[in-house]
C-alpha cells in the first residue's frame, strides 16, 4: 500500500512558525513607535489651536499668559474651555506656555500625565518645531 502525503511534516510547521515569530518581533517595536507618534498628533493639534488664541489674545490686549494652563482665569481669557484642549491622551493640565515672544507667539509644552498617554514632555517653539 502506498502513502500519500496530504500534509505538513512537523518540521515544515516549525519552520512557518519561526518565520511569523521573527517577523513579529521586528515588526511590534516599529508598530509602538508609530502608535506613539500618532497619540502625539492630539497634542499637536492642541498646542496650535493654544498658540493661534494666544497671539489674537495678545494683539487685542497687549498681555501674555505664561504658566500652566489647568487655571481657568487663564482659558477664559483666552477664550477656551477645558475641553476644547482635553483628548483621549491629554488634558487641559498637560498644557502650559513657557514663554512668549515680542510678537505673542508662544512657547508650548506638553507633557503626558494620562495613563494612556505616551511619555515624555515635547515643546512646540516659537518657530513651530517640535523639539
Known sequence: MKFRKNAFTLMELMVVILIVGVLAAAIIPI???????SKWT?????????????????????????????DTTKLDALGLDEADLTGTYFSTKDYAITA???????TVKVTGSQTNAPTGSRTLTVEGEWQ
Do not use: C, W
Not at 494666544?54 to 494652563?69: C, R
Not at 512668549?100 to 508662544?106: D, F, I, S
Open 31 to 37: 508598530m509602538r513607535g508609530k502608535i506613539d507618534a
Open 42 to 70: 492630539e497634542a499637536n493639534a492642541a498646542a496650535g489651536m493654544l498658540r493661534q488664541t494666544h497671539k489674537v489674545y495678545f494683539m487685542e490686549s497687549g498681555q501674555k499668559i505664561t504658566g500652566p494652563l489647568n
Open 100 to 106: 512668549v515672544n515680542a510678537n505673542g507667539v508662544p
